[in-house]
């Protein structure tokens, strides 16, 4: 039986070279190739249509989150699971929405993580637990009672928040990326869903409709 084929994405090439031994020491996982940020996670997935890609969250330049959302647009079979150094609750449901098929933290011990990745090959969620709880918690959120009321449709995040501040106030999305400190494709993300959430098509016109709501 052929090893699984496993595409590694991380900046730090230390963290990724520690993980490459680790996963090539498992005779049923093997890693074909390993890249420094999501452009190049998406071009080398292209390329090397690898079973898993195991990535980092918060990289330079394409972020893993908008590399997820790309990848599972061009490659829907390829499984995600990615992997940051915190637990942040918008960043984790993010992940999920676009398509990954786990998030781990890189806390995370060597055995489990290998394990968490046979369970993702084997197209179950690889979350670790206390993250696994939110998710729990989240879905029974959204699924008590029926439909979500009118007013609930428009409601954002504190991250979509405060990009949408900076925003209204005219910051372009280099400068909230750096107010924020993430990446620029990060807040192009929570600009798309900005106004997908206020069914607006530009930004001046979320700054009027959120400010009429009450949200600004």
Do not use: C, W
Not at 69 to 93: C, H, N, Y
Not at 137 to 162: M, N
């Amino acid at each position: 039986m052929k090893p699984a084929r496993i595409l590694l994405a991380d900046d730090h090439i230390l963290f990724r070279e520690g993980l490459a031994g680790i996963i090539n020491a498992q005779a049923d996982l093997q890693v074909i190739g390993e890249a420094n940020d999501g452009l190049e996670a998406l071009v080398k997935a292209q390329e090397l249509k690898p079973d898993l890609i195991l990535m980092d969250v918060q990289m330079p330049g394409m972020d893993g989150i908008e590399a997820v959302r790309q990848i599972k647009q061009a490659l829907p079979e390829i499984s995600i699971v990615m992997l940051t150094v915190r637990g942040d609750d918008e960043m984790l449901f993010e992940a999920l929405k676009n398509g990954a098929q786990g998030y781990l933290l890189k806390e995370i011990r060597a055995q489990a993580l290998l394990e968490m990745l046979r369970s993702a090959l084997q197209g179950e969620a690889a979350v670790s637990p206390h993250l696994a709880g939110r998710v729990l918690a989240e879905f029974r959120r959204i699924s008590v009672g029926a439909a979500p009321d009118k007013e609930d449709e428009g409601s954002l995040t504190e991250r979509e928040y405060q990009v949408l501040l900076q925003a209204a106030n005219g910051s372009t999305d280099k400068e909230i990326a750096a107010e924020l400190n993430i990446s620029l494709n990060t807040v192009k993300t929570h600009i798309r869903n900005i106004l997908s959430k206020l069914h607006v098509s530009t930004r001046r016109e979320a700054a009027r409709v959120a400010k009429a709501k009450g949200i600004l």
